[in-house]
């Protein structure tokens, strides 16, 4: 915990309160407020946390108006371009890059835990084949306290560095199968010879009737997208993990609570809903019906994949990911994709819109990456799947720096209360 340097004062009813201000490493100062309630009777009020930190990490920082992302120092162009998935994880979890051979001993843990107890396909067996795949994965991956026993204990160290690798793997398996039995094809196997998205890619598309090669040029694309969605501070789907884990949940519970939680459109279903808006605009003449809508207070319509709470100015993933876009299509022979010349028309519209340049709303993560997985063969219901594939690293390092800070408590928040004060029962009778 970082020492305070400061203070600040607050006077409420003419009484005076010191708190200490803690500096952090890089980013705002922060107001330590814990004795507040006890001290001077008040709560804090946030709602949607805009002001809040919920905590200290080294994970990741985030400067929303430099358009900065840093994973544990490493800016995320450089790891996007130089490093790759795996190495990512290892960076995450563990705060180093690793040397040749840690990495070399992490990619096989990895790589020998990507199989799923075989009884574990009834799950899916179990749902309807039109099931949304997020829904699987949220049920399968909460299923998974049932069959690892042996790592659920979250007080022992060596159970979660289990779980940990047990997670990062298997959710590839997880998701593809998920999506094999959406379409009525067998579950294909992890193979060990293969790399993590190699893997993945072979487990979505391979049938059991040819062989399958995984082309280089989309592997690295898929392992560029795990890479970018890897981890982003303490957003909606983290602070779930984290609020899940002070209760002493189990890992996978965790987990499968921020599968939930990212599900939503407006954090990682944004992808899907960005591609289904990008569609439903359809060519670049109905652009400014769109706009429009999207800024008519009176229309609850937003343009999917723009904006962002942190970043207020541009988004750094979306920068690479766009530089994906441009090259995977290029290589799939689609650069004249409609779709992707209806989002670079969008794009440039609204950047040149003084609503959205006002308010800020810059294309974030989800606006390019949707139109390289439809290029690459998804559905858009697989978008958020592999959004959550990408983050269990995230929401894993999270969980496990929680879970070693030592005063870490169950989360609960207060409120604002605004209801009925203390009235009496009335008798059905005298209503
Ligand atoms: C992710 O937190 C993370 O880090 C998330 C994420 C991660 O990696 O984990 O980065 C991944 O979730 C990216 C965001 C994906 N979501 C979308 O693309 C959905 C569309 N975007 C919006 O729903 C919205 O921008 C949010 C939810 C992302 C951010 O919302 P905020 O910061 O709470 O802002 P707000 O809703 O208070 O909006 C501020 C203003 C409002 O207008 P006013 O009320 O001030 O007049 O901007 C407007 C909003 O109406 N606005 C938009 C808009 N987003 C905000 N108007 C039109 N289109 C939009 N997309």
Redesign the pocket.
Known sequence: MAESTKSAKLTIDGKDFELPVYSPTAGPDVLDIRKLYGEAGVFTYDP?F?STASCDSTITF?DGGQGVLLHRGYPIDQLASKSHYLEVCYLLLYGELPSAKELEQFESHITHHTMLHEQMQNFFRGFRRDAHPMAVMVGVVGAMSAFYHDSTDINDPQQREIASHRLIAKMPTIASWAYKYSIGQPFVYPRNDLDYSSNFLRMCFAVPAEDYEVNPILSRAMDRIFTL?AD??Q????STVRLASSSGANPFACIAAGIACLWG????G?NQ??LEMLKEIGTPDRIPEYIAR??D?DDPF??????????KNF?P?ATVMKQSADEVLDLLGVENNPILATAKELEKAALADP??AD?K?FP????YSGIILEAMGFPTSMFTPIFAVA?TVGWISQWKEQLSDPHHKIGRPRQLYLGETQRNYVDIENR
């Open positions: 949607g805009t985030i969605h982003h501070e957003n909606a789907s983290t459109p407006a954090h990682g944004a809903a960005c999207a800024k207070k937003r343009l999917m994949g723009f904006g962002h709470r942190v970043y988004d993933r609503y959205f308010k709303l974030n993560v989800d606006f983050r």
